[in-house]
């Protein structure tokens, strides 16, 4: 084992044994929890930034047993599978195609992004172009048999001109749905072009509305998920739901303490950062199970620091640093990204990933994860 790698940091010594966390564990009971889980490029493939996405379908399908084996639901076709930037409509279809078929052959949890982004940027869309888009998706998740997850729309962010084209639009989507979706409210901090989603800059309104749509069909609406790194906020709509409609947090800055919950309630899972924390935080939410939440966030906060980290601004490039982590964890055998998109963090974002990941303990082979550091820092920036 290497004993000192020179991050640029400053000198670190890798842990020399991982977390022992097996898999083959049952599912938790007492929360409902999805990773968000990232695509695998294909590295020989001869695409540029701008072409469709080349998928190694086996490597990112076994990424998604990887997740199941611990009890984890996967949420697919997500923000972290890169939709809108670098995975196209047509590649998402492919991917819930795929992995509602491995779902159900591993008997795995699954739920997929239904969007628009078959659109095109411009011009910009009509509300009929909008609707007509989602049902195509919608379409293709209920044939597949996985739930659906209602995505933040760009297109209708484009083309709504106020609350009552947002509460027209879901409204007619969920009188559609043949069984009930999870409603996603995905904030500017991921994507900008979803700036004044629901009809308003102000997030007071945005989120009165957000609840008015929910109110009126609370039938079709199994959750909501909220990815806005507000956890006062997201605690007041979990209060105001309709009873039996879930909170799903996917906030990556607040998550312990949402999924704990307090005496009025907790929030579910949806979130990116347990693609990298997935087997840590099964296991985690499983000794929550038991009624120790004490352990639970014994378990849980100290991931925090780890999850800022590769959240932060510009967060919507979190996802290179969870494909970078895989890679390191030896769940693919490159670092790169449909898009481009590795280069989308800098050499020591990176090496600050790999040693907060590592004093966690996430690597299965501490060994091999230190070697691929060097060799990244070789032929990135030299070592020092």
């Given at each position: 084992?290497?004993?000192?790698?020179?991050?640029?940091?400053?000198?670190?010594?890798?842990?020399?044994?991982?977390?022992?966390?097996?898999?083959?564990?049952?599912?938790?009971?007492?929360?409902?929890?999805?990773?968000?889980?990232?695509?695998?490029?294909?590295?020989?493939?001869?695409?540029?930034?701008?072409?469709?996405?080349?998928?190694?379908?086996?490597?990112?399908?076994?990424?998604?047993?990887?997740?199941?084996?611990?009890?984890?639901?996967?949420?697919?076709?997500?923000?972290?599978?890169?939709?809108?930037?670098?995975?196209?409509?047509?590649?998402?279809?492919?991917?819930?195609?795929?992995?509602?078929?491995?779902?159900?052959?591993?008997?795995?949890?699954?739920?997929?992004?239904?969007?628009?982004?078959?659109?095109?940027?411009?011009?910009?869309?009509?509300?009929?172009?909008?609707?007509?888009?989602?049902?195509?998706?919608?379409?293709l998740a209920e044939q597949h048999g996985v739930q659906p997850i209602l995505m933040a729309s760009r297109a209708l962010a484009r083309a709504a001109r106020g609350p009552e084209d947002y509460l027209a639009t879901y409204a007619h989507l969920l009188r559609q749905a043949s069984?009930?979706?999870?409603?996603?409210?995905?904030?500017?901090?991921?994507?900008?072009?979803?700036?004044?989603?629901?009809?308003?800059?102000?997030?007071?309104?945005?989120?009165?509305?957000?609840?008015?749509?929910?109110?009126?069909?609370?039938?079709?609406?199994?959750?909501?998920?909220?990815?806005?790194?507000?956890?006062?906020?997201?605690?007041?709509?979990?209060?105001?739901?309709?009873?039996?409609?879930?909170?799903?947090?996917?906030?990556?800055?607040?998550?312990?303490?949402?999924?704990?919950?307090?005496?009025?309630?907790?929030?579910?899972?949806?979130?990116?950062?347990?693609?990298?924390?997935?087997?840590?935080?099964?296991?985690?939410?499983?000794?929550?199970?038991?009624?120790?939440?004490?352990?639970?966030?014994?378990?849980?906060?100290?991931?925090?620091?780890?999850?800022?980290?590769?959240?932060?601004?510009?967060?919507?490039?979190?996802?290179?640093?969870?494909?970078?982590?895989?890679?390191?964890?030896?769940?693919?055998?490159?670092?790169?990204?449909?898009?481009?998109?590795?280069?989308?963090?800098?050499?020591?974002?990176?090496?600050?990933?790999?040693?907060?990941?590592?004093?966690?303990?996430?690597?299965?082979?501490?060994?091999?994860?230190?070697?691929?550091?060097?060799?990244?820092?070789?032929?990135?920036?030299?070592?020092?």
């Amino acid at each position: 084992m290497t004993t000192v790698i020179h991050l640029p940091q400053g000198p670190y010594s890798p842990r020399a044994t991982p977390l022992d966390l097996a898999p083959g564990s049952a599912a938790p009971t007492s929360r409902t929890v999805f990773s968000a889980a990232h695509v695998v490029a294909d590295p020989y493939a001869d695409a540029g930034p701008d072409d469709p996405a080349a998928v190694d379908w086996e490597s990112t399908l076994a990424f998604r047993r990887h997740l199941w084996s611990h009890g984890l639901g996967v949420a697919e076709a997500m923000d972290t599978a890169q939709r809108g930037m670098g995975l196209d409509w047509a590649g998402a279809a492919e991917l819930i195609r795929r992995s509602a078929a491995e779902a159900k052959a591993v008997g795995g949890r699954i739920a997929c992004g239904v969007g628009t982004d078959q659109l095109p940027e411009s011009p910009a869309p009509t509300l009929a172009e909008v609707t007509a888009a989602y049902e195509e998706q919608l379409a293709l998740a209920e044939q597949h048999g996985v739930q659906p997850i209602l995505m933040a729309s760009r297109a209708l962010a484009r083309a709504a001109r106020g609350p009552e084209d947002y509460l027209a639009t879901y409204a007619h989507l969920l009188r559609q749905a043949s069984e009930p979706v999870i409603l996603h409210w995905l904030g500017p901090m991921f994507d900008p072009a979803l700036e004044g989603y629901w009809g308003s800059a102000d997030l007071d309104e945005a989120t009165d509305t957000f609840l008015k749509v929910i109110a009126e069909h609370p039938d079709k609406v199994d959750g909501i998920k909220i990815s806005l790194l507000d956890a006062a906020r997201e605690i007041d709509v979990r209060r105001r739901l309709p009873g039996g409609v879930r909170c799903y947090t996917g906030d990556d800055f607040n998550y312990p303490e949402l999924i704990a919950g307090d005496e009025r309630g907790f929030s579910h899972a949806l979130l990116g950062i347990f693609d990298p924390l997935g087997p840590l935080a099964a296991h985690a939410v499983r000794v929550l199970d038991t009624g120790d939440t004490e352990g639970f966030r014994a378990l849980l906060d100290p991931t925090v620091e780890l999850s800022r980290h590769l959240f932060r601004r510009p967060t919507r490039f979190y996802k290179t640093g969870v494909v970078f982590l895989a890679w390191l964890a030896g769940h693919q055998d490159h670092f790169t990204m449909v898009g481009g998109l590795q280069s989308a963090r800098s050499l020591p974002h990176l090496s600050k990933a790999y040693e907060l990941a590592d004093r966690l303990g996430l690597f299965p082979d501490p060994e091999l994860a230190a070697h691929r550091m060097r060799a990244l820092l070789a032929v990135n920036g030299g070592t020092r």
